[in-house]
């Protein structure tokens, strides 16, 4: 694999109208930032962190639904998108969030609405454990989180964090066409494939074309799937179970009914253990509702924003034992249903 300063001549990222590219060295990792121009100055800052596999990409539909109220960010992690491997090697959900950090203290954008899908979810969950200070709220789209009994359909992608598992793969699909592939990702993670436009798809199959050229592409999501395996396996203050539980940011949890990979018997359990969170379910939304139902998640952040900013103008400091009365439903959008928990 060439060193991370190194780059194969690939075809560019995708930049969706409105959106700039842009990237920001740190030490050890070089990141892809995908940024939005806000609706007018001095809005807050929002960051947005994708799953396994996934770009910044992943949230162009949601971004320009709330350039209204939040200054939108996304960043490609290390190994995904436009970003360079990490200098070190580590994938680690531990040096995922390093790099999230590293990112908010080196622009002084802290603290941020944060946002994380799936892997995503796992990062941000452990972001807001450790660095209070640089969360004003998380939203959490099917976060990867540990689950005892993992689902059927999610065990082929658990099976890359096995040694030797991503190159036999490789050899195995090697006559697959861009398109297969595409396919496939989409059967697996939308509740209803047909939801995606022929515009989206073909798009899709042009970033799936440019990833399959990269050197490093198999050994990021090896890596990173190796990574958040070991962060289920952790138990103690490092369990995310337990980070989970010491969140102190207002939390918005989404999760999809017809989700392959996180389990939707998964959102009752997030709820207990984020002491102040806002629940949203989509019983038709498969794994990224954000890209599925964009206008509803953008909905349902809003609702959470104003009960936030109610909550600090009447001197609601979000700690245990906080009531907060049931809020509206988040929009009707895949059938959704909302309720607020706290403490």
């Given amino acids: 694999m060439p060193p991370a300063t190194v780059l194969p001549r690939v075809a560019p990222v995708r930049i969706a109208e409105g959106e700039r590219l842009g990237s920001v060295e740190l030490p050890g990792v070089t990141l892809s930032v995908r940024s939005r121009p806000p609706a007018r100055e001095g809005l807050p800052p929002a960051l947005y962190i994708h799953g396994l596999g996934g770009s910044s990409l992943n949230w162009s539909a949601l971004m320009p639904l709330l350039d209204d109220v939040v200054d939108s960010e996304a960043v490609d992690l290390p190994g995904f998108g436009d ?6 090697g580590d994938y680690s959900i531990t040096a995922h969030a390093r790099a999230v950090i590293r990112y908010l203290d080196a622009t002084g954008r802290g603290p941020v609405h944060l946002f994380g899908n799936s892997l995503g979810g796992a990062i941000t969950t452990r972001v807001a454990a450790v660095r209070p200070d640089l969360v004003r ?16 359909t999610a065990v082929p992608t658990g099976l890359l964090a096995v040694p030797g598992i991503a190159p036999l793969f490789t050899r195995i699909t090697r006559e697959w066409t861009a398109e297969q592939r595409v396919r496939g990702v989409m059967q697996l993670c939308y509740g209803d494939p047909a939801r995606v436009t022929p515009e989206g798809f073909r798009h899709a199959v042009q970033e ?24 289920y396996l952790l138990g103690g203050q490092q369990g995310l179970w337990r980070q989970a539980e010491r969140v102190l940011a ?20 997030s709820a207990r253990a984020f002491r102040d969170c806002r629940l949203v379910t989509l ?17 349902a952040f809003r609702e959470l924003l104003a009960d936030a900013t109610e909550s600090v103008v009447e001197g609601d400091t979000g700690v245990p034992g906080a009531q907060g009365a049931p809020g509206p439903p988040a929009g009707t959008g895949g059938g959704t249903t909302a309720e607020n928990l706290r403490g």
Avoid at 83 to 88: F, K, M, N, Q, V
Avoid at 208 to 229: I, K, N, T
Avoid at 256 to 264: K, P, T
């Fill in 208 to 231: 799936m074309e440019r990833r399959l050229r990269l050197p490093y592409f198999w050994d990021a999501m090896a890596r990173s799937a190796r990574g958040l395996v070991s962060a």
């Fill in 137 to 152: 709220t998380l939203t959490l789209v099917s976060p990867a989180l540990p689950e005892l009994r993992v689902q059927r």
């Fill in 283 to 299: 019983p038709d939304a498969g794994h990224v509702a954000m890209m599925e139902y964009p206008g509803t998640v953008a909905l």
């Fill in 83 to 88: 970003s360079p491997p990490p200098d070190d």
């Fill in 250 to 269: 207002p939390t918005l949890l989404v999760y999809g009914g017809r989700d392959q990979l996180v389990g939707f018997r998964m959102a009752r359990r």
